[in-house]
């Protein structure tokens, strides 16, 4: 008999049907023994009568232990209460390999324990959960661009040069040359986008920030569309709806992980609504009122961030910085060229920034200036110049962090769950 997946049970009742999978948790209470079984598509309880199966059998699911892995052959039943909706009547039992002295037991672990097992604890219903809503959101992500007439293309990930020009990156040779791990690949997105029209880029990048905060990773993945012809509102327009479509499809699709999250899904019905949008002068204000001491000038640390988010019940974009604190890409405001045309896209609820784009400068003139004053190589960077020289047209893009927006979404208060394996400051195991 072809085994079937955990998933699949509801379409089998009264059937007599095999699963493959591993023992989560084992019970007895007397004559019924109570095996909850897993497969990475879903839990289902099965039960084990004494009096319907040989000593034998209840001999052999009495000594299961945990993560033993096994095949089950058993009658699908409807079960209100579980999960799934159905239990397994286990009927013959395989012992695939058997697990001794399994090391996440269901006591509390500390985080580092369970961080040096990571190998292991992702297999726990809430890692399985996150990873599963993780890959939704990664889904709805490239269904989105993709409808909306973007192409998905890959930049490298072994770069010449700094993206924004910060120290923050990891540095290698390149054979006798410096390269750098990409921290965005934005400029060749920009480059794509030139070709294609619209573009996105879906992959790794990393920071080298010696950082331990509940928001950032050292390794973590980026979603960067670049959209030629495009303003800094049309820009926002594809990033409100590129959220709200992921909203939609993780409530509509990943109902059961939210639940074993204990994610209160009314909050990210809001998301649905139209988001907030202020000013950084804005902002400036409403810091002030809130008795934060901030200067016209200074970008926000997470603590300004949480306090602005908590002004709104849904996301809120903060646009038009100081170009002082921005880089230096970003196209000036015609009407007040000390501010640039771009937005940080905040989620509530303490999250932070999640999306960060602009208008990019399409005018050589003005990027050539903004190379001096940033002190930029005009040899590293003469292909990005090229753009403005051949066919320069107005232009935006922004990034969305894989990995805040998953945290926000299952209401996590550390980035590390939303990554099978975290690379954190000081932590490069397993």
Known sequence: MQPLWIRELHEHHDEIVTLHGWVHQHRSSGKIQFVQLRDGTGFVQGVVVKEEVTEELYAKVSSLTQ??????????????RAPSGVELLVKDLEIVHKTVDYPITPKEHGVDFLMDHRHLWIRAPRQRAVLKIRAEISKAIRAYLDGEGFTQVDPPILTPSSCEGTTNLFHTKYFEEDAYLTQSG?????AAAMALGRVYSFGPTFRAEKSKTRRHLIE??????????CTHEDSLKIQEGLLQAVVRHVLTNCSLELKV??????KLERVLEPFARITYDEAIALLRQKGHTITWGEDFGSPDETAIAEHFDRPVFVERYPASIKAFYMKPDPARPEVVLCADLLAPEGYGE????????????LLLERFKEHELSETDYAWYMDLRRYGSV?????????????????????????????RLLYRMYP
């Open 186 to 190: 934005q400029l060749y997105m920009e």
């Open 394 to 422: 107005p232009h935006a893009g922004f990034g969305l962090g894989l990995e805040r927006t998953i945290a926000w979404i299952c209401g996590l208060e550390h980035v590390r769950e939303t990554i099978t394996f975290p």
């Open 220 to 229: 973590f993945w980026m979603i960067e569309p670049e959209m030629a012809y």
């Open 67 to 80: 993560e033993t892995s096994v095949l089950v052959t058993g009658l699908v039943r409807a079960d209100d």
């Open 354 to 365: 999640i999306i960060g784009g602009s208008q990019r400068i399409d005018d050589a003139d």
């Open 261 to 266: 999250l204990g994610r209160d899904v009314t």
